[in-house]
């Protein structure tokens, strides 16, 4: 049965006429044991059937059939919450501002519709629980496990890469000795990103008992493998091995300045050295980058701690130092320098720390942020560690932050009035429920319009006060 004949049945019907003579004779055998009307009504079935089955059109090869989209952990925004999200979404202001407003989402319990928003396959922002779609959109092929289940070595390559990180996150906080061994065991066997990626999450829980494995990493054929592996050892207290000639802690120790403090107890200082030209700043921040904690101060013949304690960070804010910290300084260094930085004032230094520190003392930066009025709590956009809706009303509205705000909006001058969209956004991003209520209302009383999309994260805030009856996950890496 060739289309043509098809059409010009088509054509006949479409005119009022019978078409049941210019029928392909097996079709005639089939309908002609009927009446007039009832042979057309056959005929008609048959060709109806041939359209739709017997000539679709065979898909492209290049077509790929996707498996279901998984369902997530969470359920996801109940349907009257949607518009909300949507408006919200749109006026976050940037990648960090959308992980902001998923992660609030999610801290209460639920994710987005996938017809409001979906994952690239290269996101690292989202929180965990949106990965199966992270490898939903990353893979052609079927999905497979959604890391809710124990990652082992039978089970290894059923995982994609998201949804594995999450499950050996998971592993390493419960049993760190067993997330190692699975490592060491499969680590290897991977390209050397998604190898990065894996031994990445031995930080988590780091300890003494994983120095044998990191050593051993010095002839990993990747060299950035090396490198973090030098950097984790380091946070461990670990000098760097490094070939004979090779020796760039040797050239950083060069650009800095040691002298002595003091009128009785002579103690010796350290800081950055002056410099000349922006060429030998750009040479000190990559040396920065490269070494390690560790080896600097044995440079100086002095300890991790004396080294830091001893290091004038008033001289730059700490912008040169604090980078090397971040990276290869152990867990009581981090914690020591950042409660430094935060009683000389907020340092935006100090922002680099922020990953290593733990919950209580992102939440004194904080505070610390808020009371540094607007500059400061600009200061938090790059903040995507802080657990989001946790901070309450008294915290947030007696804030110089707060009063600043409101100042701007009152404001005649176009210029303070446009800071106020960004503060409402990060507000709406710390505030529990009561709080984000009271914001809002203070807002529009201080004359910002009720309808403006900048209250959006607020009013959204203010409607998920309720969360369903699950676990709250855990949303950050």
């Known amino acids: 049965m060739e289309r043509s004949t098809l059409a010009a049945l088509r054509d006949c019907w479409m005119g009022g006429g019978a078409a049941f003579a210019t029928a392909p004779a097996e079709w005639k055998q089939l309908a002609e044991a009927g009446e ?19 000539l679709r059109p065979a898909a492209p090869k290049t077509l790929i059939r996707r498996p279901p989209l998984p369902t997530l952990a969470l359920p996801t925004l109940p349907t009257e919450l949607r518009p909300q999200f949507r408006t919200a979404l749109k006026n976050v202001m940037d990648d960090r501002g ?4 998923l992660s609030l989402v999610a801290g209460r319990g639920y994710v987005a519709h996938p017809l409001d928003w979906m994952p690239a396959a290269s996101d690292t922002l989202p929180p965990f629980v949106y990965a199966p779609w992270i490898d939903w959109r990353a893979n052609d092929a079927a999905a497979r496990k959604s890391g809710d289940e124990p990652l082992t070595a039978d089970n290894w390559d059923e995982f994609y ?29 991977e390209a050397a990103e998604a190898r990065l990626s894996i031994i990445e999450l031995l930080r988590v829980r780091l300890s003494a008992d994983d120095v044998p494995y990191l050593q051993s990493l010095s002839a990993d054929r990747s060299g950035k493998v ?17 070939a004979e000639g090779d020796d760039p802690v040797a050239e950083l120790a060069g650009f800095v300045e040691q002298g002595k403090a003091g009128f009785i107890r002579r103690r010796a200082t350290f800081g950055p050295a002056k410099l000349t030209s922006n060429a030998q700043q750009a040479r000190r921040a990559e040396l920065f980058e490269q070494c390690s904690l560790t080896d600097l101060a044995a440079t100086f013949g002095v300890g991790e701690k004396e080294f830091v304690d001893a290091w004038q960070f008033d001289a730059d804010g ?20 950042a409660e430094r930085l935060l009683s000389s004032g907020l340092s935006p230094a100090l922002l680099t720390l922020l990953p290593r520190l733990d919950q209580a003392a992102i939440r004194g930066v904080a505070t610390s942020a808020l009371a540094g009025g607007l500059p400061g709590l600009h200061l938090l956009k ?27 909006l009152a404001s005649t001058n ?17 505030a529990d429920a009561a709080a984000a209520r009271a914001i809002a209302g203070a807002a529009i009383a201080a004359g910002f319009p009720p309808a403006d999309a900048a209250l959006a994260l607020l009013r959204l805030n203010m409607a998920l006060a309720a969360p369903p009856p699950t676990d709250r996950p855990e949303t950050r890496a």
């Open 36 to 54: 007039p009307d009832e042979r057309e009504r056959m005929v008609l079935a048959i060709a109806a059937q041939a359209f739709d089955v017997g």
């Open 98 to 101: 959308r992980s902001r407003l």
């Open 161 to 189: 890469p998201a949804a594995r990180r999450v499950a050996l996150t998971a592993l390493r906080n419960a049993d760190p000795a067993a997330a190692r061994a699975l490592i060491e065991a499969k680590a290897a066997s």
């Open 226 to 242: 090396r490198e973090l592996a030098a950097r984790l050892l380091s946070r461990l207290g670990r000098q760097s091995a490094r």
């Open 318 to 337: 700490g912008s040169s130092l604090v980078p090397m910290i971040a990276n290869t300084a152990s867990d009581d260094i981090i914690r020591d320098v």
């Open 382 to 408: 790059s903040v995507d560690t802080l657990e989001p809706g946790r901070m309450n009303t008294d915290e947030l509205l007696s804030s110089k932050a707060f009063e600043e705000l409101l100042a701007a």
């Open 414 to 430: 176009e210029a303070e009035h446009r800071r106020a969209p960004d503060a409402l956004e990060i507000f709406g991003f710390l």
